[in-house]
């Protein structure tokens, strides 16, 4: 089946810097991509819908100018945590969807911890 | 916010069907509902799907009542792997080719020897 690739898997960071993590749809063109993150023993938070060519749509309550998201091109996202806090450690994983059988396919996710 | 309910947590004894119930009385007619299942600290694996018809595939069944408001997992033949948190989603606005996911707090499975 279709396959969606996070990178990095995980990552530590310290207090002030910025963290890019990339999706990857392998064998299909991704035309929305999806970000969300999630907190130990809670469900999954959608942050931004990101459709290639066109600036993401967020949530409301996630600052844009924090979680940058630029899909480029039809088979990879970037979230960019920008001057990254604590509060920012999460699980970040992001889902594609591009073909006509209605999946959507999510990566295995990204733990980033900032110290 | 999510537009589903689903029971907080469920056991199943190991080799025996798991059924799970999820509501969605405020799913519109164009919207369908989706059911993946997340592993600890892996990302959501996709389950099935579907509109208005039972859907079967090689993982599981899903049976959706006539008037849409609710559905029901089915693992025919449940193993100690299928120990999961299984999402219930309607998906908002595109039909099944758009829209987003918006997750709740899904039901936590715990398949038992």
């Known amino acids: 089946g279709a396959v969606v690739s996070q990178h990095p898997s995980w990552v530590i960071c310290k207090s002030g810097t910025s963290v890019k993590i990339e999706c990857r749809s392998l064998d299909f063109q991704a035309t929305t991509m999806f970000w969300y993150r999630q907190f130990p023993k809670q469900s999954l938070m959608l942050m931004a819908t990101?459709?290639?060519?066109?600036?993401?749509?967020?949530e409301q309550g996630v600052e844009k100018d924090k979680f940058l998201i630029n899909h480029a091109s039809l088979t990879l996202s970037t979230l960019t945590v920008t001057s990254a806090h604590p509060e920012d450690s999460s699980f970040y994983i992001c889902?594609?969807?591009?073909?006509?059988?209605?999946?959507?396919?999510f990566g295995e996710g990204s733990r980033l911890t900032v110290l | 916010d999510a537009k589903t309910t689903q029971p907080p947590s469920m056991d199943c004894a190991e080799g025996r069907a798991a059924n799970l119930p999820c509501n969605h009385s405020?799913?519109?007619?164009?919207?369908?509902v989706y059911w993946y299942r997340q592993i600890h600290s892996q990302g959501p694996q996709y389950i099935i799907h579907?509109?208005?018809n039972n859907e079967t595939n090689e993982m599981a069944s899903l049976i959706i009542t006539e008037d849409r408001k609710s559905s029901t997992l089915i693992l025919p033949h449940a193993t100690l792997r299928d120990t999961a948190v299984y999402y219930c989603i309607v998906r908002v606005g595109g039909g099944n080719q758009g829209g987003k996911l918006i997750f709740g707090q899904g039901t936590e499975l715990s398949v038992k020897p």
């Open positions: 405020t799913i519109s007619g164009n919207e369908y």
């Open positions: 889902s594609a969807t591009g073909g006509y059988t209605g999946e959507l396919f």
């Open positions: 990101s459709n290639e060519g066109s600036k993401a749509t967020y």
């Open positions: 579907g509109l208005k």
